[in-house]
């Protein structure tokens, strides 16, 4: 729930966010466990959890307009 706040939040959304029934094809496990990672590879993630959301959402947004865009030239 608090993720699904930190995206409604960052994207400016107003609509209440709703706790349904999972999908049939719905992943299991949020959030993966690292510690072999950090172990075994030493790796750490560089990227804090709101920059790396604020870039995913910058992302879609290009995406959106670009798709937008392209519709417009279509017709």
Request: charged residues 35%; hydrophobic residues 35%.
């Amino acid at each position: 729930m608090q993720f699904a706040e930190m995206i409604r939040d960052a994207v400016g959304g107003k609509t209440p966010i709703l706790n349904l029934n999972k999908m049939q094809d719905d992943p299991q496990r949020r959030k993966p466990d690292i510690t072999r990672a950090r172990t075994i590879l030493g790796w750490e993630p560089k990227v804090p959890l709101n920059v790396g959301l604020n870039r995913t959402i910058e992302y879609f947004k290009r995406e959106l307009f670009k798709s937008k865009k392209s519709k417009l030239v279509d017709l």
